[in-house]
């Protein structure tokens, strides 16, 4: 099955750096490479996707950059704000009906 | 904004009973999952459902839990025989299906403690 793995596993920076959160896969079918937002005692909520035909995608303060040969994606937050402080998870996929595996999970800490 | 629903929030349950989840999906979506998280761990998948059957489950979803749509609308996970380590916060989702997004719609989830 699908491995996906993330790093790192924790994260604290200071309100204003940017922070950077890497997610590794296995299954070369995947086309759709999402992230997912959890605040604390909430569900996960989409915050960016990208599919496999774009490199790059930005959204304001956020943006997810892939690297499809090597089978890795990554999502850059610019600008961090206590409020940016939640686990994030990325669960690439093929975008059909069969399962979708999330990631292992970063918990990212915004200090003030 | 159309949500997925999920009843109970929290249900509270002795070791060794019945529980059934109830969710209700995105009216207009075509795939929906069961996933489990034990506090503080990943989103596991349980199982994903289409077109009236199990498309695909996990290790985890043994002869212990089944899925059910009984009636178009209502999208249930039932769990027999409970045992302690199934406390967690189970999370049905949904999605539309189109291939212009592969977005997951989370429920609020129902959290179970089994005592």
């Known amino acids: 099955g699908e491995n996906v793995e993330q790093h790192p596993s924790t994260l604290s920076v200071q309100e204003g750096d940017s922070a950077v959160i890497k997610c590794t896969y296995s299954?070369?079918?995947?086309?759709?490479f999402p992230w997912y937002k959890q605040e604390l005692g909430k569900r996960p909520q989409l915050i960016i996707d990208i599919r496999s035909n774009v490199g790059e995608k930005k959204d304001q303060r956020i943006a997810v950059t892939l690297n499809k040969t090597a089978k890795h994606f990554s999502l850059h937050i610019t600008e961090t704000q206590p409020e940016d402080s939640a686990v994030y998870f990325c669960?690439?996929?093929?975008?059909?009906?069969?399962?979708?595996?999330f990631g292992t999970g970063t918990k990212l800490q915004v200090i003030p | 904004e159309p949500e997925v629903t999920q009843t109970p929030s929290h249900q509270v349950t002795q070791m060794g009973q019945e529980v059934i989840l109830r969710c209700v999906p995105i009216?207009?979506?075509?795939?929906f999952y069961w996933y489990r998280q034990i506090l503080g761990q990943k989103v596991e998948f349980l199982v994903s459902f289409y077109n009236n059957e199990i498309s695909e489950k996990s290790e985890i979803f043994d002869d212990q839990f089944s899925v059910e749509r009984p009636d178009g609308s209502n999208f249930t996970l039932k769990i027999r025989s409970t045992k302690l380590e199934d406390s967690a916060m189970y999370f049905c989702a949904s999605r539309i299906g189109t291939l212009n997004t592969g977005e997951l719609f989370f429920g609020e989830g129902s959290r179970l403690t089994v005592l």
């Open positions: 669960a690439p996929n093929s975008g059909g009906y069969q399962k979708v595996t």
């Open positions: 299954d070369s079918a995947s086309n759709y």
């Open positions: 009216s207009n979506h075509l795939y």
